[in-house]
């Protein structure tokens, strides 16, 4: 049984309603995606200067190690350090496409660049695991010349650090995760 075209007047209230995501202009896409791609390269670069400086602070520290097993973990963490100046390195943001490009590309390489920057807790201790076990060899090194107690606020530091990490990339996992979405709205339109 065929259905009947719907009145004139609910269906140019069915047209004019607003939808749950605005479209956006080409231009408001490519200053976003230039946003993210600017904010994106500025935080590459200071984690890449922190892992430079690190190592080679770390270098210098060992070089100066009080002990054997110190100089073991400053050694253990310059090959953390630069370990993640390697996967920093990895996570370069691409150039920003051509001018060319239509609403639906660039809608794609940004969520291509959002997607690339999600990192989960587990990825992230993966990455900082030589650094993780250099602190713990180093931590080692000192139990041995420590007396009881002296080590409690090192290891609340680091309690906290790890606290402080998992939460940090949590909120900025959440955020990414966001933009992804609002992209996917957009993109369904």
């Known amino acids: 049984m065929p259905t009947e075209p719907p009145e004139e007047h609910l269906k140019s209230l069915w047209q004019d309603q ?104 587990s990825r992230l201790m993966f990455l900082g695991a030589p650094m993780l076990i250099g602190l713990g060899v180093g931590i080692a090194g000192l139990a041995l010349k420590a007396r009881h107690g002296e080590l409690t606020p090192i290891l609340v530091f680091v309690g906290v650090w790890l606290a402080a990490t998992w939460w940090l990339n949590r909120r900025y996992q959440s955020k990414l995760q966001r933009q992804i979405e609002e992209l996917d709205a957009l993109r369904r339109g």
Do not use: K
Request: hydrophobic share 50%; aromatic share 8%; proline share 5%.
């Open 18 to 121: 607003h939808t749950e995501t605005p479209p956006m202009s080409v231009e408001t896409l490519r200053a976003r995606a230039g946003a993210f791609h600017r904010r994106t390269r500025l935080r590459n670069i200071i984690g890449f200067t922190i892992c430079l400086g690190s190592a080679v602070f770390l270098a210098l520290a060992a070089s100066r190690a009080p002990t054997e097993v110190i100089r073991a973990a400053d050694l253990i963490m310059v090959a953390g350090a630069v370990w993640m100046g390697w996967w920093i390195g990895r996570l370069w943001p691409s150039e920003l496409p051509e001018s060319q490009v239509s609403g639906v590309q660039l809608l794609d390489f940004q969520r291509a660049a959002l997607r690339r920057q999600l990192t989960s807790f």
